[in-house]
């Protein structure tokens, strides 16, 4: 018998005396919660466990009749769902220490309960609370009756099933859950060698980092092991093959495939293997914070990669590049609905912005922008250099965030695409609203009228949209890689200071000056 299996018998024994072998039903519960002889006791140990379980715990014993539950096999099954912890990047001794409820038997099933509860309430609900590490946080949060749920898995004998569905089980989940597990292999494994940041790797120079590079890009899958044992032998250049290579490793970061290692690619390839796995972790954190059940027809903005996606009969079927707002500005984790596009838009500009951006350049500039005050509002009116360009996508309730054109073109093509004032500009925004509109013939006609005679004209799209702006600095994308982004909203920092986890991400490097006249929302 080895460690794991005797700690576990020792705890299983300490708890089986007193456990039931069945559940007891629902409706004797109540009946027999007055005459339990552990009621007193059970109630009193529930007072001592971590406030945010003890109402779940309360419950739980409420349906079972203030007896106790955890036999052998149960906590056979439940070991087992602990388990698989790491899959969901937590560690299952901050949840389950078998030896120390083997300790007191006369609390252990009581504490073994509250572990359970706890250890389900995170992977149901995620282990913070979203709105104390964002400032403007609202999505539709998963709720789960934790106490019935656990019920119904013992009476029916399937706790570790219980369990492993308690976490998101859609494909994004599990493909970065399975990254996790690689790269916490990999750290096991010896991780990489520290990158040092230096002069510029330019394509065809010599360089002492180049093994290192080639390390790394091994580690991660972007070059394969037998590549990069040929790649090493031949010295320090960085050549041809080795720069295809790299080419992959920046488009995965969100950085210009150009080959070079210049600043962004330093600052990437900087993280450690452990900083990469933490990250991934707290992206799983913030995707169990969200219902499970989505629309099938809905647009997600990950802000974070400056990428919007739209979903079809659940499946992904039409991408686009982004602008979000910038680090002072940032565009909130929201989700809302919209029925109706606006062809033409003009801009009602924002109080903040008008005062701090527009007014003080006096009436010459306002004339220049196709600007106007009325009522103390500045408003600019439609037209092919409006900052909303020719549709707006209006959330509702959105404090006044939106999808939109824009004017400003060049900024698609940058890296770094956070320099909004908050609202999202969508790439070939006016193609988008053809195929939300596609569906009816007549919508659509009344779009394309619209757009051939510039007349401002709202248009209803027959059907609510629903639009979820998140926040993923790790995700998997379309190759099945685990793609990263920088922290530039800070908020991974936060949340893992929220988790007491030490995280040290790389610093992002902007690639693009200001776009000249970019007044947008």
Request: aromatic share 8%.
């Amino acid at each position: 018998m080895n460690r794991r299996e005797l700690t576990l018998g020792v705890a299983a024994a300490a708890l089986a005396g007193g456990a039931s072998a069945q559940t007891v039903p629902a409706q004797l519960a109540q009946a027999n919660s007055i005459n339990s002889p552990y009621y007193t006791a059970y109630s009193d140990q529930i007072g001592r466990l971590p406030q945010a379980v003890q109402a779940d715990v309360r419950a739980f014993y409420e349906l079972n009749g203030w007896r106790p539950v955890w036999n052998t096999d149960r906590l056979r099954r439940l070991n087992e769902a602990s388990n698989r912890a790491e899959r969901h990047g937590l560690a299952k001794s901050d949840f389950f220490d078998f030896v120390g409820l083997a300790a007191d038997p006369a609390s252990a099933d009581v504490r073994t309960t509250g572990a359970a509860m706890a250890y389900a309430g995170v992977l149901a609900r995620g282990r913070v609370r979203p709105e104390s590490v964002e400032d403007l946080w609202e999505m539709q949060k998963n709720v789960v009756d934790l106490p019935a749920g656990l019920n119904d898995a013992m009476v029916q004998n399937k706790v570790v099933e219980w369990f492993d569905g308690l976490a998101p089980t859609d494909i994004g989940y599990n493909n970065l859950s399975a990254g996790y597990v690689r790269y916490r292999r990999i750290i096991r494994n010896g991780g990489w060698a520290r990158f040092r940041a230096g002069a510029a790797i330019e394509p065809g120079n010599s360089d002492t980092r180049v093994p290192i590079i080639i390390q790394r890009l091994v580690a991660e899958g972007d070059l394969s092991e037998a590549d990069g044992t040929r790649l090493t032998a031949q010295g320090l250049v960085y050549g041809p093959e080795l720069q295809t290579a790299v080419r992959g490793f920046q488009a995965r970061h969100g950085l210009a495939p150009d080959g070079r290692i210049g600043a962004g690619t330093q600052s990437s390839l900087g993280a450690s293997a452990e900083d990469r796995a933490r990250q991934i972790a707290l992206n799983l954190e913030r995707r169990r914070w969200l219902k499970r059940e989505l629309n099938p027809e809905r647009i997600e903005v990950n802000t974070a990669a400056a990428i919007m996606v739209y979903w079809k009969d659940g499946r992904p079927v039409h991408s686009n590049r982004v602008v979000c707002g910038a680090p002072a500005t940032q565009t909130p984790s929201l989700e809302k609905p919209f029925a109706s596009v606006v062809a033409n838009p003009p801009w009602y500009v924002p109080a903040g912005i008008a005062r701090r951006e527009i007014l003080p350049r006096g009436p010459a500039y306002l004339a220049s922008q196709n600007m106007y005050v009325q009522n103390g509002q500045v408003i600019q009116r439609a037209g092919p250099t409006a900052a909303l360009g020719y549709v707006k996508f209006e959330l509702r309730d959105s404090y006044a965030i939106f999808l939109h054109d824009t004017p400003s073109k060049a900024a698609f093509n940058l890296s770094t695409r956070q320099r909004s004032h908050g609202c999202v500009r969508v790439q070939n925004a006016v193609e988008f609203a053809r195929i939300l509109l596609a569906p009816d013939p007549t919508l659509l006609a009344e779009f394309d009228t619209a757009q051939q005679t510039r007349e401002t004209r709202r248009i209803q799209t027959g059907r609510e949209i629903t639009v979820r702006l998140l926040y993923w600095t790790a995700f998997v994308d379309g190759q099945g890689r685990v793609a990263f982004r920088e922290d530039i909203y800070s908020r991974d920092q936060k949340l893992a200071e929220a988790l007491g986890i030490a995280v040290s991400l790389p610093t992002v490097v902007d690639d693009g000056a200001r776009v000249a006249n970019d007044v947008g929302p």
